[in-house]
């Protein structure tokens, strides 16, 4: 999943139909500057980055005067929120409010269906705001209605002649949920204004990476898997996420850095890949990478993975596991990563590398690695077994206590 930021989110709110503030994204004071004078009044000045509760550690400021938001800028460039380094500040207008409400439209995996979240309480964090939002189940087959989302708003505390205005904003954000295959569409404060105009002060978005392929003007993530990361990617999680792009439907190569340890780490599988990285650290080891593959990548991404895993910083052994049940070919395995070890010129000597796959082509797959110095095992290890056989060839290796 990624979350796309919010002058992105609220573009695409405008587009179907949700009144926004007049807004600019910009990546200097001056732009900051010149955005103010176009609005041409109050101005809010928001650091562009992928986190909520920006207004409690500062990272919204509110501005009168063009040269007023220039200096919000200046304060708020380079600055980290949250992990986050900002490099861009959305300047927008502010909007007077008479009432501030909280929406959002997620999937419940109990349901197995749309959940709509609403509250006459907006603004605050979606924590304190819990105890009082009302939940409303959507059946996706029958989609959702002008009435029932005004009787959703209704039976959540709005009245009046309120009700026709939030309604009617409801089906259009619903209709935005499933246009993009949302994951998750909050609007945080949503604003009524004097003349019952609704506007979205905030906009978060977060779309399913596989379903939004299928929604062509969906605007590009500006971050990367957000959700899977927690925390800025980094330039060879980037990079992985790039390679594993230019051959979508063959297979999946997934790379995460985990910043410590010295053994770099290839799997098959989600459950395998687990079942590994624990098997790994408790005999000793300390693999610096969690990753994982499968569904028969092409040796063009298998190459890139290998590569990224064996170009990480303190990389002392390699080890790359899979079960019997694999689909992914051995000898595509075998090819790519020796191909990794040439181009970067890594040494089997220096760094003993362990391989233990089975399945197609495998007796070709063995000749390819033993030719290039790395150790084979097909299922006459188990991959416990190869773990432990890395760690007793590193400690051969250096000389020092590796396992137990």
């Known amino acids: 999943m990624a979350r ?17 503030p007049e ?53 708020l460039l380079g600055t980290v929120v949250k992990g986050w380094p900002c490099r861009q500040v959305l300047v927008e207008a502010f909007i007077p409010a008479e009432q501030e409400y909280y929406v959002s439209i997620t999937f ?15 603004g605050m964090g979606v924590e304190e705001a819990a105890a009082h939002l009302s939940a409303f189940p959507v059946n996706i087959l029958h989609g959702l209605r002008g009435y029932a989302a005004r009787e959703m708003w209704r039976a959540s505390g709005v009245t009046g002649k309120s009700l026709r205005g939030c309604g009617e904003m409801l089906e259009k954000l619903y209709a935005m949920f499933r246009r993009y295959h949302v994951k998750l569409i909050e609007i945080n404060p949503l604003l009524r204004t004097a003349d019952d105009a609704f506007v979205a002060a905030d906009a978060v978005l977060i779309v399913d990476d596989e379903g939004a392929k299928k929604a062509p003007d969906l605007p590009e993530t500006d971050d990367y898997g957000v959700e899977n990361f927690g925390r800025p990617p980094s330039e060879r999680e980037l990079e992985m996420i790039r390679i594993d792009q230019l051959d ?28 590994m990285m624990d098997a790994v650290t408790r005999h000793g080891g300390r693999p610096r990478n969690y990753t994982e593959m499968g569904g028969n990548p092409t040796e063009r991404k298998m190459v890139g993975l290998a590569k990224t895993v064996l170009s990480q910083p303190g990389i002392k052994g390699f080890l790359r596991v ?72 590193m400690r051969e290796n250096q000389g020092e206590v590796v396992g137990k």
């Open 108 to 122: 419940d995996s109990r349901t197995r269906g749309p959940i709509v979240l609403l509250g006459c309480q907006g």
């Open 23 to 75: 807004n600019y994204a910009c990546d200097s004071a001056e732009e900051a500057r010149k955005a103010a004078e176009k609005i041409n009044g109050k101005v809010a000045v928001k650091a562009l980055v992928p986190v909520g509760g920006r207004g409690r550690v500062g990272a919204v400021k509110f501005a009168d005067t063009p040269e007023e938001a220039a200096a919000c800028c200046d304060q």
């Open 322 to 393: 899979g079960n019997i049940s694999s689909n992914t070919q051995v000898d595509v395995i075998a090819r790519a990563l020796v191909q990794a070890v040439r181009e970067l010129g890594v040494d089997p000597k220096t760094i003993p590398m362990v391989v233990r796959a089975a399945g197609l082509h495998e007796d070709e797959g063995r000749r390819i690695l033993e030719e290039a110095g790395i150790s084979y095992f097909s299922d006459e290890y188990t991959m416990v077994q190869a773990a432990k056989k890395l760690l007793s060839l």
């Open 4 to 20: 796309i930021l919010e002058h992105r989110a609220k573009e695409l709110m405008q587009k179907s139909g949700i009144r926004v």
């Open 248 to 275: 979508p439907y063959r297979g999946t190569a997934r790379f995460l850095e985990l910043g410590e340890g010295d053994i770099g780490f290839m799997c098959g599988g989600g459950g395998g890949s687990l079942v």
